[in-house]
């Protein structure tokens, strides 16, 4: 177990640069087996220990190892993952990647409209990355900063609206979530704008896009 234990653990620490990469994503896929060798290399060490007459109690060090650690572990997360005072641990988020609730920002009713309401063949501009456009506009999805005067239908989050140039584009549908206007969408062509709530469109495009024989993504990954 040590072996293996280092054979994932030294190419992340040495091999992979932090400053080229973002290493928590590199983390993530090893953690589950870093974790089944820790533990298999404490038990074995526990084994050997409880062998030794000296050492008869070590037999419980394992799930005593592992109790204290899963009980910091658990008194960590609020501070960690919900941003939230927890006995006295510090609030330090750990960003999208540990998985914490995010606001939603509008794309998936968004994605709803533009399946909807745009030809099959559109070109989408907008500032959620592509692999997200892609996933819910089911269009060809590309950055504003590709330039590209071709493009039918313009999709931004309520950041994205405030950096981008809007001339020639017409208000085709407003987003809310809470309340709250969160992702607009622009067409080419004048239409009476709508403004569509995720508390409710969220569940319709769940409903009429979330099925796998509807999402035929070999249409859109091949772009």
Do not use: M, Q
């Amino acid at each position: 177990p040590a072996l293996w234990l280092l054979a994932f653990a030294v190419p992340a620490a040495l091999i992979i640069d932090p400053a080229a990469t973002t290493l928590r994503g590199y983390l993530t896929p090893v953690v589950i087996p870093l974790l089944l060798l820790g533990a298999t290399g404490l038990a074995e060490v526990g084994a050997w220990l409880a062998r030794r007459p000296w050492c008869r109690w070590s037999a419980r060090l394992p799930l005593a190892t592992v109790g204290l650690a899963a009980a910091w572990t658990l008194a960590t997360i609020p501070g960690r993952v919900y941003d939230a005072d927890f006995l006295g641990f510090p609030r330090e988020p750990i960003g999208l990647w540990g998985g914490e609730i995010y606001p939603n920002d509008g794309a998936k009713t968004a994605g709803w409209f533009i399946r909807r309401e745009t030809p099959d063949d559109a070109l989408v501009l907008s500032d959620v990355r592509p692999l997200v456009g892609k996933y819910y506009f089911h269009r060809r999805t590309l950055h504003p900063g590709a330039g590209t005067g071709a493009a039918d239908v313009l999709a931004l989050t309520a950041a994205g609206r405030e950096k981008a140039d809007l001339t020639g584009w017409s208000p085709a549908a407003t987003v809310t979530h809470g309340g709250r206007e969160v992702f607009f969408v622009y067409t080419r062509e004048p239409r009476p704008p709508v403004r569509l709530s995720t508390e409710e469109h969220d569940r319709r495009f769940d409903r009429e896009f979330g099925r796998v024989d509807r999402l035929r993504y070999p249409v859109v990954w091949g772009d």
